[in-house]
T-cell receptor, first 110, second 114 residues
């Protein structure tokens, strides 16, 4: 069983919809990252969280340390949001090594 | 800042050939990583370097060697390529200080071994 589980694996939405992607992990962590990967493209770090909530534009990320759970929300989704979203966790004192979820493939239709 | 750069972007090798993937970062980060990404699987750590002069194995190190030439550069070498090493390879660097914990990824190298 992967230490980092994401759901759903695939998600299709209509433009404008509110989207939620979930990430659960089974170990204590020092930080959690949300990454975005466009088809054929590189990987971009969206957020780093160790507690609470962060917002950047239409993206919101939350983390509940006690429940070992994080969510990534996209408001007013747009076709350009179509990408793979990856959750990654860093273990304490682990030289910054990350363990990655398998990713959620999001498709936003116009 | 160029961030994290990788060369080459694409490479085709025959089984048994060798090659080195180059990675450099200009952000003065201590930690650097090599990952591979295969269809339907998450990123998997091949090797990492917590600081200049140190390297350690990750989850899938077999068939690879690395060299942390200096703080900027971290190269990945395939001594005898195998079809199972067909993958997309990402280099990354890591920054952790004063409550900030960030990762930066290179654009990737798409490697095909025939």
């Amino acid at each position: 069983k992967n230490e980092v589980e994401q759901s759903p694996q695939n998600l299709t939405a209509q433009e404008g919809e509110f989207i939620t992607i979930n990430c659960s992990y089974s170990v204590g962590i020092s930080a959690l990252h949300w990454l975005q990967q466009h088809p054929g493209g590189g990987i971009v770090s969206l957020f780093m969280l160790s507690s609470g909530k962060k917002k950047h534009g239409r993206l919101i990320a939350t983390i509940n340390i006690q429940e070992k759970h994080s969510s990534l929300h996209i408001t007013a989704s747009h076709p350009r949001d179509s990408a793979v979203y990856i959750c990654a966790v860093n273990l304490p004192g682990n030289a910054g090594k990350s363990t990655f979820g398998d990713g959620t493939t999001l498709t936003v239709k116009p | 800042n160029a961030g994290v750069t990788q060369t080459p972007k694409f490479q085709v090798l025959k089984t048994g050939q060798s090659m080195t993937l180059q990675c450099a970062q200009d952000m003065n980060h201590n930690s650097m990583y090599w990952y591979r990404q295969d269809p339907g699987m998450g990123l998997r750590l091949i090797y990492y370097s917590a600081s200049e002069g140190t390297t350690d194995k990750g989850e899938v190190p077999n068939g690879y060697n690395v060299s942390r030439l200096n703080k900027r550069e971290f190269s990945l070498r395939l001594e005898s390529a195998a079809p199972s090493q067909t993958s997309v390879y990402f280099c990354a660097s890591h920054f952790n200080r004063a409550g900030l914990d960030e990762q930066y990824f290179g654009p990737g190298t798409r490697l095909t071994v025939t």
